[in-house]
């Protein structure tokens, strides 16, 4: 979050998961029944409440302060129905799908300095660009070319 122009100097607000146990970074698990997807693979809902974050405002600073913070959030994605492919054999990546509409409602707290944020309402939310279906990269592209 920042406050005025988009700029490493004006961020107020960095929020990212901690780092798992197994080392992963900027990734969560998601509980049972967070992730709905509708029988003909055209939509999804992903929904979660108080995901533990880190507030680090100047991350990725080695000094910087990671504060306690939580997210609740929810985001819904639905087909156009318009086919689209993104492949680069160079860098072993495809992806196949569809065009897609997206929209997020969230909502962020920092409890120990008093702050909270929330966005407006999942139906005022929209976006410029999503796309939902199938990504394939690294070894697994490879494996799927020789098949």
């Not at 700029?7 to 969560?28: K, M, Q, R, Y």
């Not at 003909?40 to 302060?65: E, H, N, W, Y």
């Not at 086919?83 to 997020?104: I, W």
């Amino acid at each position: 979050m920042f406050r005025g122009p988009v700029a490493p100097a004006n961020e107020v607000h960095d929020f990212h998961p901690p780092i798992s146990e197994c080392g992963l970074f900027w990734t969560v698990p998601v509980p049972a029944g967070g992730l709905t997807i509708s029988d003909d693979g055209m939509s999804f809902t992903l929904q979660m409440r108080t995901v533990r974050l880190i507030d680090q405002p100047k991350f990725p600073a080695l000094d910087a302060i990671g504060t306690p913070a939580t997210m609740s959030f929810k985001l819904v994605g639905k087909s156009t129905g318009q086919p689209v492919k993104y492949e680069d054999p160079d860098k072993h990546f495809r992806f196949t799908g569809s065009r897609a509409t997206c929209q997020l409602e969230a909502q962020v707290e920092v409890p120990s300095i008093g702050f909270s944020w929330k966005s407006d309402p999942l139906d005022t939310s929209k976006c410029a660009f999503a796309i939902i279906g199938e990504e394939v990269n690294g070894r697994y592209y490879d494996a799927e070319k020789k098949s």
